[in-house]
């Protein structure tokens, strides 16, 4: 699976919390465009992104021009997500995301996508990460990232670990 990481938050985010190891450490191959890495990534932690196995792709000048194009007319997407989703358009890629308006946008296009929270529960199932670390995780995204959307997605998901931990009442 190559995954295509739409938003800087995500992988801030996730290592903040101390997910970046089990999010290498799952059978995936996760990916940034060049525009994403250079702007945001490369001044923090790029060097250990890229020993852990982070990949960057390219946007030809094409791609780019359509980047900055789709941005201009979606107000909704940052401009990362402009360059990953013009990415994913033209490649296999598959778009993690954080923005449900990328998301709707890939449906549109017919780009395959997953939100974030898929990440969490194919660590859970993998057992990369306990339980425990990822409600910890989480709990402490809710409380420390200026992102919304990428607070948003840690709540929802929160909720649905606690659930699926809670014994079910009949």
Do not use: W
């Not at 859970?124 to 990460?129: F, K, M």
């Not at 402490?140 to 009442?169: G, W, Y």
């Amino acid at each position: 699976m190559h995954l295509l990481v739409s938003n800087p938050s995500i992988l801030i985010g996730l290592e903040r919390v101390g997910f970046l190891e089990p999010l290498f450490n799952l059978p995936i191959e996760v990916n940034v465009t060049d525009f994403l890495y250079e702007r945001e990534l490369k001044n923090y932690d790029g060097q250990k992104l890229l020993k852990l196995g982070l990949q960057i792709q390219s946007l030809d000048p094409e791609m780019a021009t359509f980047a900055m194009q789709y941005c201009r007319s979606n107000t909704t997407l940052c401009q990362d997500e402009g360059y990953a989703f013009a990415l994913a358009q033209k490649s296999e890629f598959i778009l993690l995301i954080i923005n449900p308006e990328l998301g709707k946008l890939a449906e549109i296009e017919h780009i395959q996508y997953y939100p974030l929270s898929l990440l969490f529960e194919l660590m859970l199932d993998r057992q990369v990460i306990s339980y425990d670390f990822l409600q910890q995780g989480l709990s402490n995204i809710t409380t420390m990232t200026r992102c919304h959307l990428l607070r948003k997605e840690a709540e929802d998901c929160l909720f649905k670990i606690i659930q699926r931990k809670s014994p079910k009442v009949h």
